[in-house]
């Protein structure tokens, strides 16, 4: 896979002119994942993105937007697109591989991009319903291209009481290749969260957890 991007820079010496002075920069050092060259940069270098093996990139949701139950089916928001920044999920992307939602507040997908082939993806989602009586809730993560994986509920149904009730998902761990799939991009390769329920529909429902953790291996 190597480096993906090599950008090369000078640090200069001089003085300000005028009014207020500033701090001199002497030398850029590699942090996680960069490869300076020289390092230290003293002088003239170039800065590239480097082995990314092992480095971690993390998908973190809480408590996603409530949404009413008002039909037999539907589909779980992730976030509010309409608050920046998000209150209900956060992101740490080192490396190459990213997150990215699509649809937000409508048919949302938690896609994934930058992947390469052996990459160790675990993934892990909490869905919660306060569903009143005289309904039978059954919620679902589906995934498809990388991630289509069988996702397992910890409960295969809940029986309504109007109290707030959860299904856990997961998944074993698996590498990027392990099924038919290549790596694409997020809107092939991206799972989403949706429900039925049979009887009366009511009540409310979101994500409580949403987890996507992807270690990176590279040459």
Do not use: W
């Amino acid at each position: 896979m190597g480096n993906q991007s090599i950008n090369s820079f000078g640090i200069f010496g001089g003085s300000s002119g005028g009014g207020g002075g500033g701090g001199t920069l002497t030398s850029v050092s590699a942090g996680t994942g960069i490869v300076c060259t020289p390092d230290p940069i003293t002088a003239t270098g170039s800065v590239a993105l480097g082995n990314t093996n092992g480095l971690v990139s993390t998908f973190d949701g809480g408590q996603g937007p409530l949404s009413n139950i008002t039909g037999a089916t539907g589909n779980l928001s992730i976030y509010d697109p309409t608050t920046y920044p998000s209150t209900t999920f956060t992101m740490v992307q080192k490396g190459r591989a990213f997150f990215s939602i699509s649809d937000a507040g409508a048919n949302e997908r938690l896609g994934v991009g930058g992947v390469g082939t052996h990459d160790l993806i675990s993934i892990s989602a909490t869905i919660t319903t306060t569903c009143g009586t005289g309904g039978l809730f059954i919620g679902s993560i589906a995934g498809n291209g990388i991630l289509a994986q069988t996702f397992t509920p910890d409960v295969a149904a809940i029986t309504c009481n109007g109290t707030s009730q959860s299904q856990v998902f997961t998944t074993p761990d698996f590498r990027v290749g392990n099924n038919t799939a290549g790596p694409t991009n997020p809107s092939v390769d991206y799972i989403q969260g949706s429900f039925v329920i049979g009887g009366v529909a009511s009540g409310q429902v979101s994500y409580t957890d949403i987890t996507l953790n992807i270690t990176q291996f590279s040459d």
